[in-house]
């Protein structure tokens, strides 16, 4: 990698390789609000573009950690503005949206399903990360910030996506 031969094994690969999977699975989000009549007719075209906006940012961490692994630092980080942006964005939503009193089961519909999907594999990706800064302290704050809320906001779209769809969340009934 950049001339240097790292082992597959290195968990470098594992934090890269989590978050090229989140990615993927945001694209898959955002493919599918374009793709359904019901969802397109939902308006989720605010969704897509944030969807699009996570992207960007996830192409920024896998270079800033690749970089990271090379020795380097890259020009271009994943800064605290970012996590603040998203941050705005999930008050935002919970201004619309009930609140939360109990666990929601995923599945209310097909996209809030995809979204806590992607969700999950941001939580698996933020460990991945965490452990691999434990052993590198060049990992920027600011960067594992971001995944932390990360998938806080992927759980709000999912929620946002339900109310505009006219979804109905279920809880879990524990019997």
Same mark, same amino acid.
């Given at each position: ?6 082992? =597959?094994?290195?968990? &470098?690969? *594992? +934090?890269?390789?989590? $978050?090229? !999977? ?8 955002? %493919? ?7 969802? =397109?007719?939902?308006? &989720?075209? *605010? +969704?897509?573009?944030? $969807?699009? !906006? ?8 896998? %270079? ?20 603040? !942006? ?90």
């Amino acid at each position: 990698m950049g001339g240097a031969k790292i082992s =597959k094994d290195d968990p &470098l690969f *594992d +934090v890269l390789g989590s $978050l090229d !999977e989140v990615n993927s699975l945001v694209g898959w989000c955002r %493919a599918s609000i374009s793709e359904k009549r019901e969802v =397109k007719s939902a308006k &989720l075209t *605010d +969704v897509s573009e944030k $969807l699009l !906006e996570i992207q960007e940012t996830l192409f920024i961490a896998q %270079a800033e950690i690749g970089a990271i692994g090379m020795g380097q630092r890259m020009a271009v980080q994943v800064t605290k503005a970012k996590t603040q !942006e998203i941050e705005k964005e999930i008050d935002a939503i919970d201004r619309i949206l009930p609140p939360i009193k109990n666990f929601i089961i995923p599945g209310a519909s097909e996209l809030s399903a995809r979204l806590d999907i992607a969700r999950a594999a941001a939580r698996n990706a933020e460990r991945m990360l965490v452990a691999y800064a434990s052993k590198r302290t060049t990992v920027s704050p600011d960067l594992i910030q971001y995944m932390n809320r990360l998938s806080s906001i992927l759980f709000a779209l999912a929620r946002l996506v339900n109310h505009r769809l006219k979804k109905t969340e279920s809880n879990p009934r524990y019997r």
